[in-house]
C-alpha cells in the first residue's frame, strides 16, 4: 500500500481541483482526538474494546471468515497475477482496475462454514478497462489462475475511478476557452475548485466513449465552494480519448456568489457563547459488543459479519439473533446493504437536466466514505473499522476509520407499564433501551449520507440514512426573491437560500438489498403481504358499520411483490418462513416497516427513471441470484437501464417457498430552504426489519431495569 | 391534599379492583431510586439542577406566568366558593367535579404579559355534574365569583372521574349475577381484576343515561391479568343510576388463559445472564436547561412554558426560538398538546365492537400519567415535575414525576461534511446532536402512551408517541391456529399471541393540537401546500422528460386545509407569516413533517368514526378559536360527534392571515404478533415542526464540537 495511492484515490466523485496561490488553506483544527483519561481505568475494563480510534496493522493480516473482504495481500497478489495475464499483461497504456474486490463464495459454502473450519477457496472479482472495453475477470488465488475472463457487452461502464476524475480535471483545466471563460467570470485560475459529474445517458447521440462533464466553482475567500458556482459553464469531457468535447457557456450574466458566511468550519468563539455544558455516552466498563477477528460484531443477542466494501460501503452479512427460550442464533438476514443510491435534480436547464446521479454505482459509497471524526461522528468508546479498498492502478490502499460501531442510549425506552398504587399493589416496570449502532458516513462530493445500522435487541433492525453536507446550488442574476419579475417566478427551479444562490429541489432514493434468511432453512422463504381490509355492511351483526381485517397474500411471483406503498389500502410485508411456525402455528418471520417513503415520481420513460426503474416501486422480492446485487446493474455509468431490478423482476420467477431478496427504497423529497445553507442540519429517515411471530414471545421480557449502583460516577477531567 | 384523594382518583381508566386474599401482591421490587454519589460532586456542577427525582413543595407555591396551572390553594379556593355557590351549595349528594382547571387569560393578555408584570386575573373553568346534568362554571378566584355558569345541552359527558369508575365498579361486584358468572367460569372472586370501559355512542335507543361497561380478568399467579380475560363477561352499569343495566355472559366455552409467562416485572436473575455493561448519559457539570419558577423552561436557543394538564397529559406554551443572527426570541408555537386519543378495536363482536376508546376526553392523559422511573423512563440528570390535579370531591392532589425534562445525546449527527484530504487541505467537520426532551407516559389502563416533546438546536420539534404496556386481548377457546377450523379462521379478528390468547387488530390515532404563532405577530399566519407537481413534455427543451416543480397554494378557507396525505402527489405544509419574509424574500414558516401515517379507515357513518371524525384527514387547520381545543370536543363521552374538529371545520370558516391552529394526528395500525406478549416493545412514531426559511441561514453553523477535554472521567461507584 502506498500514500499515494490513497491520495491519489481519494480525488473521487466531485473532485476538486485546488490550485494553492496562498497558504489560505490551512488544516482545519483538529484537536478532536485527544487522550482520555478514562485508559487510566482500562484495569476496571472487561472487555477488549479501547475508547479511541482504533489502529488496525493490516500489513499481515489474514482472512478468517469466508466473507471477510481481501486483504493487502490478497490484492496485491490479484495484481500480480493479471499482470501476467494476457490481455493486460502487454496492454499499454495499463489496464485500468475499477473495481478488485473479494468474489464471495457461494452462499452454501459461507452457510456450511463454521469457525475452524477451512475457508472456501478466496477468489477475487475484477472490472477492468482496457481499450474501452471492460473485463470481468474472476481470479482464485490460491491457485493464481484466471477462472472466468469476459468482456461486458451490455450499455454502461465500470464505477469511475480517480484515473478518470484527475483526466477530465486535467483536461478541462488545460484547455485554453475553458480557462479564459473562467477568467471573463471575474475568478482567478488559483481560486478554482472543480467537480467531476456524471453524464447519465440521455439517448445514442450523445453516446461516443465515456464522458464526465466538469463543473467549477470559486474557493476564494471559503474552503465551502460550493456555495459559489461559476453558473452554466460545463465542460463535457471524453476521459478515453482525453479530450473536450464540448463546452457550454451560457451563464455570462450570473455572478459568483459571494462567500459571506459560507464557511463552517470550527472557529474558537471570539466572545463568550452560550453553549451546552458536557454531555456524553458512557461506558465504565466498555462497550458490551466484541468484535472477532475484525469482522464478526458479537452483541448482546445479536451476531454478524460487518465489512467495507469499494461500492456498497458498509455491508452486514449472516445476521444471526439468539432465540430467546432455545438460546439457539438463528438467521435473519444473510446480506444487507444500501446496493444504488439515485439523486435526481428537477431542472430541465442544459446545465442541470443530466444531474441524475448514480452514486452507488457511479462513485461508490465506501470510498467517498472518509475516516469519521471521533466524539462529533461517533460517540466515545466507538470502534473503528476501517476498508481496503483499491485504486486504478490495482494497489490496495486502506480507507482509515470508516466506519463506527457503537451502543447507544438516548434515554429511550425498550418497555414500560404503570399501574396504579392500589391497596399497596404498584407495578412501576420500565427498561431503558440500548442498541448497536454501524455507521457509515459517505461524502459523495458535496452531499454526506450518513449510514446506520441499528440492532435492537427485540430482534429489531433499523436502517437509518442521514443527510448532512452541502446543498448543490444554483447561480442566478437575482440576488433575491424580489428582484425575479414575475414571469420569470415560475421558472425557478428551487428555492433562494442565499444572494444568487438558489438550492434546487430534488430527490434522493437509497435502495437496500436484503437477503433475508428466515431461519436456517433461508432456502424456504416467502413473501406475504398481509393487507388490512374494510369489513362493511355489519348491520344486524354488530352495532358497528365497519372495521379493518387482515387478508393475508402470498406473492406466488415477482410481479406479486411489485409493491406501491398505498395510504389508504395498508399492508404488512412479511418475509416468512413457511417451514417453520411458532409453537402457536404462526409462521415465523420478519415484517419490513417502511419509512422514509417518498416515491419517484418522473416519468417511467424519462431516461434517469429508466435507468433507476428500481425505484418505480418501494418494495421489490427478486429470488435469489449471486449476480443481482446492484439495484441499477453492474455497469451504472451511462448505462442505459437494461440490467436494473426492474428488468429482472419483469421476468416474473416465482419468489414462494424459495431463496428470496427484499429490495426496499428510503425516498426524499428535498425542497431547500435557508436553514439548509451554508451547510444542512441532518436529516434522517430510516425502515425497520422487525420480527413478527419470529420469537414466541417479547425476547427482552427478562431484560434487567437500570439501577443506581450500576452508573458510574464521573467527573471533568479539568477537575480532578 | 389529602392522600385519599389521591388514592382514590388514581382508580382510573380500566380501573382495577382487587380483593386480597393472599400476600401475592407484595410491592414490586422498587431499587431504581437509589443514592446517587455523584452528588459527592455537587460542587463542580455549575447549574441548580439536582440529579435524583426532583422533590417540590406544593403546599405555599404561588402562579407565577398567566399560563401557570391552579396551586393547591387556588383549587381549595374554587371549591370553597362553589361549595357556597346555587345551586351547587345544597345539592345532595354533593356535585362532581370532572373537571377543574386553569381558565387561562385570553391570548392577547399572555401574549402583553412580561415577566415582572401582575398576572391577568386568576380563573378556573370547572366541569361538574349535578343530577345528571353536566354544568360548564367559570370562576373569578380573585374576586370569589362565579362569572360564567351554563349547562351543557349537546351530546355527550365529561370525562370520567374516579368515583364514576368506583360506582362502576361497585355495582358490579354487587351483583349476583355477575358474581356467579364469574364462579362458574373458575375465576375466585378473590382474584377478580375489573376494567372500565367507555361505550362509546351506537345509537339513541341505546343512551339511557351515563353508562361504563365492565370487564374482569383473572389476576391468579400474576399480576399481568390483562392476559387472563374472562371472556364474554360484559356488565353494562348506568352510573349516575348506580345500578347494573344488562349482563352479557356469552364466553362461557372460553377457558381463562393460563398465566404462564405472563409476570413482566423484574426478578434478579437466579443464573448468571448475559447483560449489558453500563451505560448512561452523563453531564458532570449537570445538564443545561434551567426550570425558572417550575414552569418556564430555557435551553439553549429555546424557551417554553410547560404543564401538565389531567387532561391533556404535557402541555407546551408560548415556545420561542433565538434567532440566530439577532438573537431576539421568535414565536413560533403559543399552545402544542395532544387533544385527542382514538383507539379503535377491529372485533364486531358483541363484547369487543365498542372498544373504539378516547383516552384524552374519556379518561384522561394527565391523570393517567403515573411517576416515570427514574433512569429507566428517564435518564439520569433528569428534572422531574409533578402535576396539581383535581378529584372528585373537588379537592386537589400531586401526581408526582409525572413529566421528565432532559439533555439526550444519542450519538447523533447535527451536521457534518468531510472533503478529500487533497495537497494538505481536509474537512472533518462534524457536529454532535444534543436535544431537549419533555417527555410524560400515560397508562392508559393496558396501554402505555409516551408522550416526547423533543427541541433541537436547529430549530426542529419532534412529537414523538410510543406505544408500551399491555394488549387488549380476547379469549378464545382455541389455543393456536392449528386448532382452529378452517372455516372459522376467517372469523378471527387477531393473532394468536399466547394459548387462547388473541391480540385484537387496532389503529391508534392521536390528534394533536399546534396552536402555531410564527413570529411576533401570530394573528397573521397562513397556512401553505407546497405541491410537488411533474412538469412534462419538455421534448425540444431539455434532454429530460420530465421534473418536479414547487406550486404554491394559500389556504383560503378551511375546507382548503383538509389535508389527507398524498404519496404519490406530495407537498410540504406550511405555516407562515405572510408580513415576515426572510432577506431573501421568502416568506418566514414552520412546515409540518408528517410521520406515523395511518389514516383511520373506518366508515365515515361508522358511529366511533363520526365521535373521531378529526382522523378523517391528517392535516386540519381552524382560525383560532379558544372554546376549540378539544378535537373530539369537549363533552367527549357518550358524545355523538356533533363538536369535534370536523364539524367546525365544516365551517370553512376564513383561514388566512390571521391566528391559526394547525391539527396532526399520528396515526398507527396495530397488527399484534407474538412479540407483543406478555408486554410490548416500544413501538414509535413521530412528526416534526421544521423551521423553513424561519432563520436566515443554518442556526447551528457555529456550533462547536465535542472536544476530549471537555469529556468527563467516569468509573463505576463499586471500584472507588
Known sequence: MEKT??????????????????????????????????????????????????????????PHHPLDPLTIQEINKVRAILSSYEPFASSVPAIQFHSLSLDEPDKNQVLAWKKGDPLPPRKAFVIALLNGKSHRVTVDIDSSQVTEHNIHTGSGYPTLSSDDLSTALQVTLSDAEFNQSVTNRGVALSDLACVTLSTGWYGSDEENGRVIKVQCYSSEGSPNFYMRPIEGLTVTVDIDRKKVVKISNTGRDIPVPKSTNTDYRYKAPSEKKKSLNPISIEQPKGPSFIVEDRHTVKWANW???????????????????????????????????????????????????????????????????????????CPRYSYYMDGIFVAADGKPFVQSNMICLFERYAGDINWRHSEIPLFGFQIREARPKVTLVARMAASVGNYDYIFDWEFQTDGLIRIKVGLSGMLMVKGTPYENMNQVPHHHQDEMTGTFVSENVIGVVHDHFITFHLDMDI??????????????????????????????KTKRHVAKTEKDAQIKLKLYDPSEFHVINPSRRSRLGNPVGYKVVPGGTAASLLDHDDPPQQRSAFTNNQIWVTPYNRTEQWAGGLFVYQGRGDDTLAVWSERNRPIENTDIVLWYTLGFHHIPCQEDFPIMPTVSSSFDLKPVNFFESNPILGAAPTFEKDLPVCKLIDSW
Not at 477488549?48 to 480510534?53: D, I
Not at 466494501?309 to 432465540?323: F, Y
Not at 444504488?340 to 444531474?355: A, H, I, Q, R, S
Open 519 to 548: 431461519d436456517e432453512d433461508g432456502s424456504n422463504n416467502s413473501f406475504v403481504k398481509v393487507n388490512l381490509v374494510k369489513e362493511e355492511n355489519l348491520t344486524g351483526k354488530s352495532p358497528r358499520k365497519s372495521y379493518l
Open 303 to 377: 451476531e454478524f459479519h460487518i465489512k467495507a466494501d469499494q461500492r456498497a460501503g458498509l455491508v452486514i452479512s449472516r445476521a444471526m439473533v439468539e432465540d430467546s427460550e432455545s438460546g439457539e442464533l438463528r438467521s435473519v438476514m444473510y446480506k444487507g446493504f444500501s446496493s444504488e443510491l439515485f439523486v435526481p435534480y428537477m431542472d430541465p436547464d442544459g446545465n442541470w437536466y443530466f444531474k441524475t446521479y448514480m452514486d452507488a454505482g457511479e462513485y461508490g459509497l465506501g470510498v467517498t466514505a472518509l475516516p469519521l471524526v471521533p466524539l462529533n461522528d
Open 5 to 62: 495511492s490513497f491520495l491519489c484515490f481519494s480525488i473521487i466523485f466531485f473532485t476538486v481541483f485546488f490550485i494553492f496561490s496562498s497558504s489560505f488553506y490551512s488544516l482545519s483544527k483538529p484537536g478532536f482526538i485527544g487522550s482520555s483519561r478514562c485508559t487510566e481505568f482500562s484495569s476496571i475494563s472487561k472487555t477488549t474494546q479501547v475508547h479511541k480510534p482504533t489502529t488496525h496493522d493490516h500489513k499481515n493480516s489474514v
